[in-house]
């Protein structure tokens, strides 16, 4: 267990709505980031939080915004979904800095219909 | 920039025999380097890093890699497979708040 929690474990969703993904953990680590993976893929990077700010972002659209709150739980929010968004969205949280340990959750399955 | 190439999508091997998944990274910084493991239905599990100390890293479960900056590479071995090592690997790069994952590597582990 990494005492990383992302709520819900699987979601529908229909093209062109909006969906919120959650991530919380037992530990007051500073930094949350998320990351994307595809089927078959490795994950992809999708953005950073540093106590409440985004301090570093991958190749994604700004459709993909993301908050971190004081307590350091995070949310993952993907507006005008596309069929393309459809896959497993993982959370990972650290103490910050590069060569950190991340700890993951389990992932949200997405799918877009 | 920063970019890493999981050499082999797919690996096999015999229970007892060794494993060598191969990692080649390309990094504009003084990369951190990492392997994690991922299980069905499970998250990903650090295995090792490498974080300019030792070029010869060791990990959980009999894992390790080595760091070998001339090849750029930090492929993964362990000397002798077992049948739960069965999984996916991601090689990983980390640099300047960007964490970078290869496509992965699917381990099977035959009786």
């Known amino acids: 267990e990494t005492g990383v929690t992302q709520s819900p474990t699987h979601l529908i969703k229909t093209r062109g709505q909006q969906v919120t993904l959650r991530c919380s953990s037992q530990s007051g680590h500073n930094t949350v980031s998320w990351y994307q993976q595809a089927l078959g893929q490795g994950p992809q990077f999708i953005f950073q939080y540093y106590r409440e700010e985004e301090n570093g972002r991958g190749n994604f659209p700004p459709r993909f915004s993301g908050l971190q709150f004081p307590n350091y739980s995070s949310e993952l929010n993907v507006n005008a979904l596309e069929l393309d968004d459809s896959a497993l969205y993982l959370c990972?949280?650290?103490?910050?800095?590069?060569?950190?340990?991340?700890?993951f959750g389990s992932g949200t399955q997405l799918s877009v219909l | 920039a920063q970019s890493v190439t999981q050499l082999d999508s797919h690996v096999s091997v015999s229970e007892g025999t060794p494993v060598l998944l191969r990692c080649n990274y390309s990094?504009?910084?003084?990369?951190?380097l990492f392997w994690y493991v991922q299980h069905p239905n499970k998250g990903l599990q650090l295995l090792l890093k490498y974080t300019s100390a030792a070029t010869l890293v060791k990990g959980i479960n009999g894992f390790e890699a080595e760091f070998k900056k001339s090849e750029t590479s930090f492929h993964l071995t362990k000397p002798s497979a077992h049948m739960s090592d069965a999984a996916e690997y991601f090689c990983?790069?980390?640099?300047?708040?960007?964490?970078?994952f290869g496509a992965g590597t699917r381990l099977t582990v035959k009786p």
């Open positions: 990972a949280v650290g103490a910050g800095g590069d060569n950190e340990k991340l700890f």
């Open positions: 990094s504009s910084y003084s990369p951190s």
């Open positions: 990983v790069v980390s640099g300047n708040n960007d964490m970078r």
